[in-house]
Nanobody, 118 residues
Framework: QVQLVESGGGLVQPGGSLRLSCASS????????MGWYRQAPGKQREFLAH???????NYADSVEGRFTIYRDNNRDTVYLRMSSLAPEDTAVYYC????????????WGQGTQVTVCS
């Protein structure tokens, strides 16, 4: 059974930084497009960023310039470095893995809570 396990969430003050990690048990991790999403209370899940197998990245406008996604294929892990955090960044952050070959080959982690407040 495929597992995506997020870590690194927590409580941070406005203007602070965090780095989230998502460790994967996927075989052939390197071929998957890896993404980060978040869901705030009462809101729909929101796309934040993804990184392809080739290292191409894409960001939501709301996080462009503040968040950076990167991957370590040797560790089967994807990261999200977040800076200049604001209270509106408070949400549960989810890791996603999507195969470029099948839309049904997609996985989600359980999420990690990020809370930004003073």
């Amino acid at each position: 059974q495929v597992q995506l396990v997020e870590s690194g969430g927590g409580l941070v003050q406005p203007g602070g930084s965090l780095r989230l990690s998502c460790a994967s048990s996927l075989m052939l991790f390197s071929i998957y497009t890896m993404g980060w999403y978040r869901q705030a209370p009462g809101k729909q899940r929101e796309f934040l960023a993804h990184i392809t197998s080739g290292g191409d990245t894409n960001y939501a406008d709301s996080v462009e310039g503040r968040f950076t996604i990167y991957r370590d294929n040797n560790r089967d892990t994807v990261y999200l470095r977040m800076s200049s955090l604001a209270p509106e960044d408070t949400a549960v952050y989810y890791c996603n893995a999507r195969s470029p070959y099948s839309s049904q080959d997609e996985y989600w982690g359980q999420g990690t809570q990020v809370t930004v407040c003073s």
